[in-house]
């Protein structure tokens, strides 16, 4: 269950597997860039799909500590090494997504770097969830 309200214009067409904007209040929680490897800083997957599973997982454990989960991500963006990889990828990313994400669609972008400071990461992203307050 979404615990925010996504925005969507009058008239726009409802994006796919992400929301134009999205409204909430609460505690705000932030996690840093998180890369695809695991608790050793051993990359177990060298694919992009592999490691955007570990990416979403390494967040879950992170927000977890916050007493946050999927369903208060609000935003997120995405830094991968190659957009084609990660275009053909697509359907394993949204089997990963639906496994660590279920149906929540926050406000999202997508960037095409050259590289990210840990040589063997194929994928970046940072988040933002928000925690509404009891």
Known sequence: MN???ALLPPGWPRPKGY????AASGRFV???GVVGWDESEA???DTLAGQFAQVLANTAAILAEAGAGPQHVVRM???VTDIDE???ALPAIGAAWREHMGKNFPAMALVAVTSLVEPAAKIEI???AVVPEL
């Open 86 to 88: 990660y275009r053909t």
């Open 19 to 22: 929301a134009n904007g999205i």
């Open 43 to 45: 990359f177990p997957s």
């Open 126 to 128: 940072e988040t933002t």
């Open 30 to 32: 932030f996690t840093g």
């Open 77 to 79: 963006t995405c830094y």
């Open 3 to 5: 615990v925010h309200r």
